[in-house]
């Protein structure tokens, strides 16, 4: 479920929370399937328990998953998450736009670029 890999730069929290992130948004976890606990998960991945519980405040500070005293985290609802997804997408889009013109790229080179590529992902 979770691989770790130790020469990414990024800190583990942060790929651990970037693989839940995509095993939610995917809808390989759906909503209401309860996650692995602190102490399982870190014993499985050999690291520090405080590392799991940081990613885990990160994706509940994020609304895709929330505790229930006692029993664990849960994922949350579905069409939260997806609102979320689509939410980051718009963000992450906006960039690229922005980043496409401040390097030159002209409204209908984008455009072209996008057509082609939705083209593409609907085969």
């Known amino acids: ?16 929370t ?6 939610i948004y995917q809808g390989a976890l759906p909503a209401g399937s309860r996650l692995p606990s ?9 690291i520090n328990p405080n590392t ?4 885990y405040m990160t ?6 998953i929330y505790p229930v005293k006692g ?3 849960f994922v949350a609802e579905t069409s939260l998450i997806k609102e979320k997804s689509k939410e980051d997408f718009r963000k992450d889009f906006k960039e690229l736009i922005k980043k496409g013109i401040q ?6 080179e984008m455009l ?5 590529n939705c083209e593409e992902e609907q085969r």
């Open 18 to 23: 970037e693989r839940f992130r995509t095993l």
């Open 38 to 46: 602190v102490r399982q998960l870190a014993m499985e991945l050999s």
């Open 103 to 108: 390097t030159g790229i002209t409204e209908e």
């Open 112 to 116: 072209s670029m996008v057509r082609k």
């Open 52 to 55: 799991i519980q940081r990613a």
């Open 1 to 16: 479920m979770i691989i770790l890999d130790y020469q990414d730069r990024r800190p583990i929290y942060e790929q651990i």
């Open 71 to 73: 029993k664990g985290n």
């Open 59 to 64: 994706l509940e500070q994020e609304g895709l």
